[in-house]
């Protein structure tokens, strides 16, 4: 799993970032937990790589879940990928945390294959920044957002409400479709 960016120095702050942070301080400090390994102890940067457990729960598995993490399987530490894949896509279809976030903010965010992050589909060429706001803009939509086909232009990355008309449509539905532009949930908005 990954969270969204906070404290490496040749980074921005990513959207959500702060809030998983404060999520994990507030749920982890001053408790007992419980470390699981799976093959490998450390990462090449030698940080501990561990799956833990508070209270019987799964706190990787928990991030995830509350869209405050992706899954992000590197091997050969994948025991629980597709215990990670459930949760996100829970997430993703509820909107939850990243997955509720702009397209913007989403471009902001590391790519690890989940559709979501620079690089990623609607992605390309995007020059946002984050702005202050950038963690408190979560949508609020239960819709699931719809997969992306062919190779239509992406939307504006602007942050502010789009319209059809201020795009050459069809275009692939952004993650979560968060300005109402695919009508008939097809995954092609403005058509």
Do not use: H, K
């Amino acid at each position: 799993m990954d969270t969204p960016e906070t404290v490496d120095p040749g980074e921005e702050v990513e959207p959500l970032g702060p809030e998983a942070s404060s999520f994990a301080t507030e749920e982890l400090t001053g408790r007992s937990v419980g470390l699981e390994f799976d093959v490998e102890r450390e990462d090449q940067y030698g940080r501990l790589l561990a799956y833990v457990y508070l209270g019987g729960e799964m706190f990787n598995e928990l991030l995830v879940e509350e869209g405050l993490a992706q899954a992000y399987p590197y091997d050969p530490n994948t025991r629980y990928e597709g215990r990670f894949a459930a949760a996100q896509e829970g997430a993703r279809v509820a909107e939850i945390g990243i997955w509720g976030l702009s397209l913007d903010q989403q471009c902001l965010l590391a790519d690890r294959g989940n559709g979501i992050g620079e690089g990623a589909p609607g992605c390309s060429g995007a020059t946002a920044s984050v702005s202050s706001s950038a963690s408190s803009s979560v949508s609020s939509s239960s819709s699931a957002s719809a997969g992306s086909g062919g190779t239509a232009p992406a939307a504006p990355t602007s942050g502010g409400d789009i319209d059809c008309d201020q795009v050459n449509g069809p275009i692939p539905t952004p993650p979560g479709d968060p300005d109402g532009l695919d009508g008939d949930g097809d995954g092609l908005a403005c058509e």
